[in-house]
Every structure is written in C-alpha cells, then in structure tokens.
C-alpha cells in the first residue's frame, strides 16, 4: 500500500493565481481531511470529508474548496492565491474517524 | 469550538532520562486523544492514542495518561533516545462532527547524546 499519498510535494503561486492539491489513498478509508501547518501553530483544520460526495467545513476553511468526488481522492483548491496561504498542507485519511494517517504534505509558497 | 492548549514549546532531555509533554482541553465532549510523531519534512505519525473510557495507555517506552475531570492528558516517554527528536503534537477529537480534530502548537523534543 502506497498509504496517503499528495501531489505536487512544492509549488509556488503568484497573488491571484488558481491550483488544485491532490489527496490519494489506498486504504479505502472513508474520513479524509485538509489541514495547514504553519510555524508555532500547529495543525488547523480546513475541510473534511465523512465519504463519498460530502464535505464539510472545519476551523480555517476561507478561500479554500474542496471536492471528494471518488472515495480514494480528496482535492482542495485555492481559487485566488493570497500570500496567507503559503503554508504547508497536510492530508489525513482515517477508517473509521480515529487513527488519522498523514501523507508527506505539500509546500505552498505564495508570491 | 474545542481549544487544546500543549506545554512546554521546547524540551530538552539527556539521553536516557524521561520525556513529558502536556496537554489541556476544554470542551469535556472531546473523547480521543492521539499523539503525533513529526520528523522534519515529514508528516504526523500517529504515536499512541488513548479514549475517554481508559485512563492510561502504554506502548514500551511511551505512555499517556488521561485526567477526564481536569481536561489534560501527557505524553510520558522513558528511556529517551537520539531518534525520539522530533516535534511532539496532541489532538483532541470530537465525536459526531465529523471527528474533527483540534491539534496543539506542538513541542519540540531534544534528545542530548
């Protein structure tokens, strides 16, 4: 098993621009999550999902969307790039809404 | 919502001696409480964890410890070795909301040869 996988691993942004964040995993996990890791803050909740086709809010979710169109994938998307959102975003995947595991994340640097 | 407070920021600790990071919480609902394991450049790996039914969990050298009543719950680690740095985070977990965890701002662990 590949377990949480994320795409791309780094990527700069322009003030303004638009990208997409891949989550995959092969654990047929139905909870998924999209958090932001930025210095002395520790791990903030964006969105989540409970399954396929549902999503939902979670502490910092402005600016941000998300889609869980297939079981296995969880996609956040940033329309309109801010330099607020340089971080680094984490994607989680749980069976059953308890152990949480973690892909290696994404660094987003926005310019 | 649910706010998980992680003290101290910074731990330092001779090899061999313990380890012990706190956490309180505040919203008396919340009733799974993991900790996470980071390295650096990597993601959270989920170290032990412990439910609101159990009052201590251990796993060889790593315990914790669950006070329902004052809201907090440690993170013990025995025996420490150079492999044990890294940053340390506590979660609390709320059922019925998704699950939605709540982390704490996460301690960094030295352990010294």
């Known amino acids: 098993n590949a377990g949480v996988t994320q795409t791309p691993k780094f990527r700069v942004l322009k003030t303004g621009q638009s990208m997409t964040l891949l989550c995959a995993q092969d654990?047929?996990?139905?909870?998924m999550y999209w958090y932001r890791q930025d210095p002395g803050m520790g791990l903030r909740l964006i969105h989540y999902?409970?399954?396929?086709?549902?999503?939902a809010k979670g502490e910092v979710p402005d600016g941000y969307n998300v889609s869980r169109l297939k079981k296995q994938n969880f996609l956040l998307g940033l329309e309109s790039a801010a330099p607020s959102q340089t971080s680094v975003y984490f994607c989680a995947s749980t069976r059953t809404g308890y152990e949480q595991y973690f892909g290696p994340g994404t660094r987003l640097t926005v310019t | 919502g649910e706010n998980v407070e992680q003290h101290p920021s910074t731990l330092s600790v001779q090899e061999g001696d313990s380890a012990v990071i706190k956490c309180t919480y505040s919203?008396?609902?919340?009733?799974?409480f993991p900790w996470y394991k980071q390295e650096l450049g990597k993601g959270p790996q989920l170290i032990i964890d412990i439910r609101s039914n159990v009052g201590e969990k251990k796993d060889q050298r790593i315990a914790v410890t669950l006070n329902k009543t004052a809201k907090h719950f440690s993170l013990h680690i025995t025996e420490t070795q150079p492999e044990d740095s890294a940053v340390y985070f506590c979660?609390?977990?709320?059922?019925?909301?998704?699950?939605?965890?709540?982390f704490g701002t996460g301690t960094s662990l030295t352990v010294i040869p």
């Open positions: 999902s409970v399954g396929e086709g549902t999503t």
């Open positions: 979660a609390a977990s709320i059922p019925n909301t998704g699950n939605q965890f709540y």
């Open positions: 919203d008396s609902a919340s009733n799974y």
């Open positions: 654990m047929n996990h139905e909870y």
